[in-house]
């Protein structure tokens, strides 16, 4: 079986996305933590819109930049998996940007679109079929 024949597992994928949720995770505290001392010190509101924009935009270019430059995040690249494009080429910033607003909704829609590698027989999310992506197993 070839590399692009065999995805990889939900529990294997959903590894990688915790993986790389605990780097988000610490990377929107850095990014808080710069904008502090432009706040006098004070914390943020919750619903804040401007703190919430900047934040989305923060992982957008966090997933982005990975997804764009080697189809790695640290997550995938720990795993042995990689996001490349639908010919099985790199990921361009269009599709990144369906990606990640599409993985929003598959996660806001109470995980479903996540769920969805166990039906699809290919083993896509939504925010796979959505930007014409896959997981595949990195070449050795």
Same mark, same amino acid.
């Given at each position: &079986?070839?590399?692009?024949? +065999? &995805?990889?597992?939900?529990?294997?994928?959903?590894?990688? &996305?915790?993986?790389?949720?605990l780097?988000?995770?610490?990377?929107?505290?850095?990014?808080?933590?710069?904008?502090?001392?432009?706040?006098?010190?004070?914390?943020?509101?919750?619903?804040?819109?401007?703190?919430?924009?900047?934040?989305?935009?923060?992982?957008?270019? %966090?997933?982005?930049?990975?997804?764009?430059?080697?189809?790695?995040?640290?997550?995938?690249?720990?795993? +042995?998996?990689?996001?490349?494009?639908?010919?099985?080429?790199?990921?361009?910033?269009?599709?990144?940007?369906?990606?990640?607003?599409?993985?929003?909704?598959?996660?806001? %829609?109470?995980?479903?679109?996540i769920?969805?590698?166990?039906?699809?027989? +290919?083993?896509?999310?939504?925010?796979?079929?959505?930007?014409?992506?896959?997981?595949?197993?990195?070449?050795?």
């Amino acid at each position: &079986m070839s590399n692009q024949q +065999k &995805m990889p597992s939900m529990l294997r994928r959903l590894a990688v &996305m915790t993986y790389d949720f605990l780097l988000l995770i610490a990377l929107l505290f850095l990014a808080t933590a710069i904008l502090l001392p432009f706040h006098q010190g004070q914390s943020f509101q919750p619903n804040t819109f401007l703190y919430s924009a900047y934040l989305v935009g923060i992982s957008f270019i %966090f997933y982005g930049w990975f997804w764009t430059h080697g189809g790695q995040t640290l997550g995938l690249s720990t795993w +042995k998996l990689r996001l490349v494009s639908g010919d099985g080429g790199p990921v361009s910033w269009k599709q990144a940007s369906i990606r990640f607003i599409t993985a929003i909704f598959s996660w806001g %829609f109470f995980g479903l679109g996540i769920v969805w590698i166990l039906i699809n027989n +290919k083993r896509r999310s939504w925010h796979d079929l959505s930007s014409n992506t896959f997981i595949e197993w990195q070449a050795p």
